[in-house]
């Protein structure tokens, strides 16, 4: 069975070789599919869901107890910010940031922390706690690895319509707990009627069950 860590490990490989994509560098400057996205900062931020996870584990292992992931879903200030809200400006500021160095540059850098975590994730200890610089609360290194494979799965089909090469294939061991994730969420936001008539009764299927 394929632990979380490997699953996420395969999904940071499949975000690198997309960054590679030829189509990538060359529309760089390009308006991406997301609305105030350039290309360049949509690949940063898809580089930094895999860049994020050594950062994170450098950090000091918090002592406070974890929260879940739908704890974590509840608290996050992005998830019913406005397009030019904050916490949404600093998002793409961040992507825009971690690519001032060119396409090569980030593919390279992404490319590196992913051969890295094929060793680190392995060896860290069971239940390991983390706590990732932009929220005040405590993940497991398990759930942490959740949420960006969520984000990865999400923004390489962004990244992919927006330079015009196909969505990356994933695999069940990253699609089967991202979709999982997002099936939660979008119970919790729409309630689960709507979620299970989305997903067997067309004719009773509301505008949209989507989790964000």
């Avoid at 979380?4 to 690198?16: G, I, N, Y």
């Avoid at 979709?179 to 008539?197: I, K």
Wanted: cysteine-free; proline content about 6%; aromatic content about 4%.
């Amino acid at each position: 069975m394929t632990s979380t860590r490997d699953a996420f490990v395969q999904a940071a490989a499949s975000a690198a070789a997309l960054l590679r994509e030829p189509a990538v560098a060359a529309s760089w400057d390009s308006a991406s599919v997301l609305r105030e996205f350039s290309v360049a900062g949509l690949a940063g931020h898809l580089a930094r869901q895999v860049l994020a996870v050594p950062r994170v584990l450098a950090q000091p292992v918090p002592a406070d107890q974890p929260v879940s992931l739908l704890d974590h879903y509840g608290r996050v200030s992005w998830i019913d910010a406005g397009l030019d809200d904050e916490a949404n400006v600093e998002i793409r500021r961040g992507g825009e940031g971690e690519a001032a160095d060119g396409a090569a540059a980030l593919a390279a850098k992404t490319a590196v922390a992913v051969e890295a975590l094929r060793s680190a994730l392995p060896a860290e200890p069971a239940g390991l706690l983390v706590r990732p610089s932009w929220v005040s609360w405590t993940l497991t290194l398990d759930d942490f690895l959740i949420t960006r494979m969520m984000e990865i799965a999400v923004h390489s089909d962004d990244l992919a319509l927006s330079v015009g090469v196909t969505t990356p294939t994933l695999p069940p061991t990253v699609v089967d707990p991202v979709l999982e994730l997002l099936t939660r969420l979008a119970v919790r936001r729409h309630g689960a009627t709507a979620v299970l008539r989305a997903l067997s009764r067309s004719e009773r299927a509301p505008g949209t069950i989507a989790a964000f």
